[in-house]
Structure formats: C-alpha cells, structure tokens
C-alpha cells in the first residue's frame, strides 16, 4: 500500500483497511508502505501471497506486478500486461471499440498544444492518460472562451476526451461475475475530493435505471475485464446520457484495483450482493498467484 503515486493516501487507506479486514478473518497480515526497497522487504517477509493495494502509477501500471512475477510470489489483481494496458486510458479506448464497446472520441496530444488553442470542440475533458482517480482532470465547457491552463503538474502528453453528460454509473466485475450497478450522485463533477472525502458524492445502489442499461452495464463491465485480460477484481466506469437510451452508454475506463476504502464503491457493490468486506478482502488472497 502507500507508494510514491499521487494516490498515495487513498491508497493508504485501502491498505489499512483490507489489512483490518483480514485480520478479522484470522490472516497474518504485514502492512508495507512501498519504497525503493520494496524487493528486499518482501525477500525479508516471504509472504505467502501479496495483496496489491497500491492504486495509480507503479502499483496499478504492471510495475509493481512484474517485480511480484520475476519473485514468484503470489499477488492480486490483473497481471502485467492487463494493468499497463488499462492504465493507458487511450490503448484501454482501443481495446474496447476492437470488441465493439461504446467510447467516446478521444486524442493524445502535447500539453503545451493544449494550453495554446482547443485541440477539440468544446465541451472536452483533459486528463492525465496514466492516472486514476480523476487526478488532474480539467473539464472545458463549451462557454469557456479559451483553451485550458494546465498546471505544471500534467504531464508532457495528455489525454483529450470529448466530454460525455449524463450520469456516472459503475460496474465491479468479482472473477467472471459481473455484481452489480451503482448511480454516483454528485453536485458537481465527480472528482477526486468528491471520490474520497466524507460526504463528496453519494451512491444509489443497486442504481434506479432501466432494466436494459442496468443489464447493458454488467454486460459491457464483463466483457471489457476479458478484452484487458484482467483477473481478481476490477471496476468500470460509465457515462449515460438517459435521453438517448441505450445508446447513451459509454464506457470511460476500467479500474484493475478498484478502491478499497470506507466510501470506496467496490466494497459497497459487493455488501448489496451479500459479499461482506472481510469476504471480498479473503477473495482477493485465496484468489491470488503468479502468472496473471
């Protein structure tokens, strides 16, 4: 848990919590906050499995799990390729309109282009193509009369997406079963402080939809952890325009490790689906190998 990511803390508590969570089911858990060290911890530990709680770049990236393979230790979540992949919201758009899934037209362009001129019709969205957690997200409304000022934060190359209304609803995908859906309701734009502080948004779930984009959302969720090639546990995202049916369901990104905190939206899915925290946490483990 931990890492140098700019998700560290989020992270944090995703990893206190799980680690909580097991030991409630009698597993002997260690608490490592990734460094530079990591590999001569874990030779130190020799656990019998890991549980990756890490979230954004080298924990969530493929980073992380290639070091747990060249180990051969046993860890959670998607392997190599399926992280890196997902991680990159441009390939992971790629992915998804190669088996036929609804995006929305997107392009990777030079942040400094994108601080001179619209590189899209407004509205559009700018956004980190390596990060989660909607770190270092601009929205541009169509009323704004110049380009976004970027922060120095962002990175040399970003992610221009066109902006898709309507209501966020996600899907937590457990192994091959798709569990459930869930309306994130929020007064602004579901961003970082509105993903994790305290009252920032509120989920209705099981979500209030029709039948067919609730069923569309487990099937789509499904079908883009298989075309990733994820395992364990993962979470995609959507955006649903209602006044255009079914054909206002896009898919924005999918999560191969999903949050884990006390608001975090996987751990609630799984509760309405009569999988307790301490169940889904023992899931994860037993679920854990090399390989992935």
Not at 113 to 137: A, F, I, L, Q
Not at 165 to 170: D, K
Not at 247 to 254: A, C, F, K, P
């Amino acid at each position: 848990m931990g890492g140098p990511s700019a998700e560290r803390e989020v992270s944090l508590s995703s990893g206190q919590a799980c680690a909580a969570a097991l030991r409630e089911r009698n597993y002997k858990v260690i608490e490592v906050d990734a460094g530079p060290d990591l590999a001569a911890v874990l030779t130190q530990i020799k656990p019998d499995a890991v549980l990756n709680c890490l979230h954004g770049r080298w924990g969530e990236d493929g980073c992380v799990q290639g070091l747990l393979e060249w180990m051969q230790i046993p860890y959670s979540h998607s392997g190599v390729l399926s992280s890196a992949l997902a991680m990159d919201k441009q390939r992971t758009k790629e992915i998804y309109r190669s088996v036929g899934l609804p995006v929305v037209q997107s392009t990777i362009a030079a942040a400094d282009d994108v601080r001179r001129d619209h590189v899209m019709t407004p509205p559009y969205v700018v956004k980190p193509n390596n990060e989660g957690s909607s770190v270092g997200v601009y929205l541009v409304g169509a009323e704004n009369n110049g380009p976004p000022q970027l922060g120095p934060e962002m990175p040399e190359f970003v992610m221009v997406e066109a902006f898709a209304p309507g209501r966020e609803l996600t899907t937590t995908v457990m192994g091959q079963r798709a569990l459930t859906v869930t309306d994130i309701l929020t007064t602004g734009w579901y961003d970082y402080d509105a993903k994790y502080k305290e009252g920032g948004s509120s989920h209705v779930v099981p979500a209030d939809v029709p039948a067919e984009i609730f069923e569309l959302c487990l099937e789509y969720a499904l079908r883009a952890h298989n075309a990733l090639g994820c395992r364990g546990v993962s979470r995609t995202d959507y955006r649903w325009d209602e006044s255009k049916g079914a054909d206002g369901l896009v898919l924005l990104e999918t999560n191969t490790q999903p949050g884990m905190t006390a608001t975090s939206l996987t751990p609630e899915q799984a509760a309405a689906c009569g999988i307790s925290f301490p169940e889904l946490c023992a899931w994860m483990v037993e679920d854990a190998t090399c390989s992935r």
